[in-house]
């Protein structure tokens, strides 16, 4: 249950008693996991929070725990540091010779190459300039329609095989996962079993349908071409892109915006973080004393109706990602007395028992009292008499 590394969010959000203070990473903070207090449609509504103690000795609401990290038992108590992840923008300070420092901020850094990078107010050469960038947006095209973008961990494992160009083909079987709004997405499954996904499915041409594919049907990569914005480089590569009027204003009067070229300029950087994981020390780990499950501190012992559509769609995923492997076994005894071990998913049990029959394959469960370890694991054993096998099935 030592969790030591949660994920905290909404750290911009005015319930923050901390909000804009710089966390030294180095420093330990006496922290207690309470549940939200905030009323319905709140952001904090419905979450766990993490109180910090601030200089006068008393706890105040600092963040929001992320919903898939790792949940600490509300009522814990422990020490941790404050260590910014996940840069979101940037804030740059620029001082030309006979002019007065002016600070841009610096946005999409997760889209360009220095993702992840982080800026502890160090100085750089910077260049700026409207010019193209690549626009790293990936459609999915089903002929000329498109079925919707490509996720970015599947872009990823596009890229690493060098599959990743305009116009190359893919054969999928698609399954719909979510089709809830904007959440709605389809999984891919390729000949050889990799699987993509693709994502924002209500946004383009294929909104409202439904896939369960039994056969495969021929896609296409579209990548998209590079769009002129107001963009932010370091050693020549895209860092981020300027969203401010201000800043683009400022950036002109210097000299530095300029269409179709690059302009350099000394810089002072640093990362925005929109995402903070509190370090914790495992050794000062105090639980309650009393469990405090979640119904009691919201009110509600049931998932809302959203979570509820979200469970019920994902269950086909859900089912793939639990499904016990079938495999084949024979031990010495096994042999001499004439039969192959095989074990399945219990829940494919009554499904396996069917098939082998048809297949004139004579088989016999074996009792649950014999096979402890496989049944804790939810297997079902059998054993097939090895001569009922036919040679086909045999190589199957």
Same mark, same amino acid.
């Given at each position: 249950?030592?969790?030591?590394?949660?994920?905290?969010?909404?750290?911009?959000?005015?319930?923050?008693?901390? =909000?804009?203070?710089?966390?030294?990473?180095?420093? $330990?903070?006496?922290?207690?996991?309470?549940?939200?207090?905030?009323?319905?449609? +709140?952001?904090?509504?419905?979450?766990?929070?993490?109180?910090?103690?601030?200089?006068?000795?008393?706890?105040?609401?600092?963040?929001?725990?992320?919903?898939?990290?790792?949940?600490?038992?509300?009522?814990?108590?422990?020490?941790?540091?404050?260590? &910014?992840?996940?840069?979101?923008?940037?804030?740059?300070?620029?001082?030309? @010779?006979?002019?007065?420092?002016?600070?841009?901020?610096?946005?999409?850094?997760?889209?360009?190459?220095?993702?992840?990078?982080?800026?502890?107010?160090?100085?750089?050469?910077?260049?700026?300039?409207?010019?193209?960038? @690549?626009?790293?947006?990936?459609?999915?095209?089903?002929?000329?329609?498109?079925?919707?973008?490509?996720?970015?961990?599947? =872009?990823?494992? $596009?890229?690493?095989?060098?599959?990743?160009?305009?116009?190359?083909?893919?054969?999928?079987?698609?399954?719909?996962?979510?089709?809830?709004?904007?959440?709605?997405?389809?999984?891919?499954?390729?000949?050889?079993?990799?699987?993509?996904?693709?994502?924002?499915?209500?946004?383009?041409?294929?909104?409202?349908?439904?896939?369960?594919?039994?056969?495969?049907?021929?896609?296409?990569?579209?990548?998209?071409? /590079?769009?002129?914005?107001?963009?932010?480089? $370091?050693?020549?590569?895209?860092?981020?892109?300027?969203?401010?009027?201000?800043?683009?204003?400022? =950036?002109?009067?210097?000299?530095?915006?300029?269409?179709?070229?690059?302009? @350099?300029?000394?810089?002072?950087?640093?990362?925005?973080?929109?995402?903070?994981?509190?370090?914790?020390? @495992?050794?000062?780990?105090?639980?309650?004393?009393?469990?405090?499950?979640?119904?009691?501190?919201?009110?509600?012992?049931?998932?809302?109706?959203?979570?509820?559509?979200?469970?019920?769609?994902?269950?086909?995923?859900?089912?793939?990602?639990?499904?016990?492997?079938?495999?084949?076994? /024979?031990?010495? /005894?096994?042999?001499?007395? &004439?039969?192959?071990?095989?074990?399945?998913?219990?829940?494919?049990?009554?499904?396996?028992?069917?098939?082998?029959?048809?297949?004139?394959?004579?088989?016999?469960?074996?009792?649950?009292?014999?096979?402890?370890?496989?049944?804790?694991?939810?297997?079902?054993?059998? +054993?097939?008499?090895?001569? /009922?096998?036919?040679?086909?099935?045999?190589?199957?």
């Amino acid at each position: 249950m030592q969790f030591t590394e949660p994920k905290l969010v909404t750290l911009n959000h005015e319930a923050n008693h901390f =909000l804009g203070r710089d966390w030294n990473k180095d420093d $330990l903070h006496p922290i207690e996991i309470r549940a939200s207090h905030h009323p319905v449609g +709140h952001e904090r509504h419905v979450s766990r929070l993490m109180f910090v103690q601030d200089a006068d000795g008393e706890y105040k609401e600092f963040a929001m725990l992320e919903t898939r990290t790792a949940q600490l038992p509300i009522g814990t108590k422990a020490q941790a540091s404050m260590v &910014g992840v996940e840069p979101a923008t940037a804030k740059a300070t620029i001082g030309l @010779p006979g002019n007065e420092p002016i600070e841009i901020t610096i946005r999409e850094l997760k889209n360009f190459s220095y993702a992840g990078l982080v800026f502890n107010a160090e100085p750089v050469n910077l260049e700026f300039g409207t010019v193209p960038i @690549p626009d790293k947006t990936v459609k999915i095209k089903i002929d000329a329609l498109t079925l919707g973008e490509l996720d970015s961990d599947s =872009l990823l494992q $596009l890229k690493q095989v060098d599959y990743l160009k305009n116009g190359n083909p893919l054969k999928l079987k698609l399954t719909s996962i979510s089709e809830a709004g904007d959440q709605a997405f389809v999984l891919g499954e390729s000949p050889n079993g990799n699987l993509l996904k693709i994502n924002k499915i209500n946004f383009y041409d294929f909104s409202g349908q439904t896939f369960d594919d039994l056969d495969y049907r021929k896609l296409t990569i579209q990548t998209s071409a /590079s769009k002129t914005r107001d963009a932010v480089f $370091l050693n020549g590569e895209p860092l981020g892109v300027l969203h401010f009027k201000k800043d683009k204003d400022a =950036l002109r009067q210097l000299g530095l915006l300029k269409t179709g070229k690059l302009t @350099p300029a000394p810089t002072i950087i640093e990362s925005n973080f929109s995402v903070i994981c509190a370090q914790i020390d @495992p050794n000062t780990v105090e639980y309650p004393t009393i469990w405090t499950k979640e119904f009691q501190a919201f009110g509600t012992q049931s998932v809302n109706s959203e979570q509820q559509e979200m469970i019920k769609s994902s269950a086909k995923i859900l089912h793939h990602i639990k499904e016990r492997p079938t495999f084949l076994f /024979s031990t010495e /005894s096994n042999k001499k007395l &004439g039969v192959m071990g095989l074990a399945v998913d219990n829940h494919k049990a009554e499904t396996v028992t069917k098939w082998l029959t048809a297949q004139k394959v004579e088989w016999e469960q074996v009792p649950t009292e014999y096979v402890i370890r496989e049944t804790k694991k939810g297997l079902a054993v059998f +054993h097939l008499v090895s001569s /009922s096998i036919p040679p086909k099935l045999w190589r199957t």
